[in-house]
């Protein structure tokens, strides 16, 4: 997130963040909240179906682990 809101301090356009980078100093940007707020959407990992390397892998595990989402396919 830092990078985008970098990018935005730079005045290479505006992005919609998580609230929670509003409470982050220092990254020379300012936040607007959006109201209404939203309820969290779906999200999924784009995986491919061969040649998934190692890094990916892990990855997915661990994205899997932390949203407590079962194993697919």
Known sequence: MQTI???V???CG???VP???AA???LGAVF???IP???PVELALAIPRHGVS???THFVAVARDVTHVPKTG
């Open 9 to 11: 301090a730079a005045g």
């Open 19 to 21: 609230g929670s980078v």
């Open 54 to 56: 190692p890094a990916a």
């Open 37 to 39: 707020t939203t309820s």
């Open 14 to 16: 505006v992005s919609i």
């Open 32 to 34: 607007a909240e959006l």
């Open 24 to 26: 982050l100093t220092g």
């Open 5 to 7: 809101v970098g990018l």
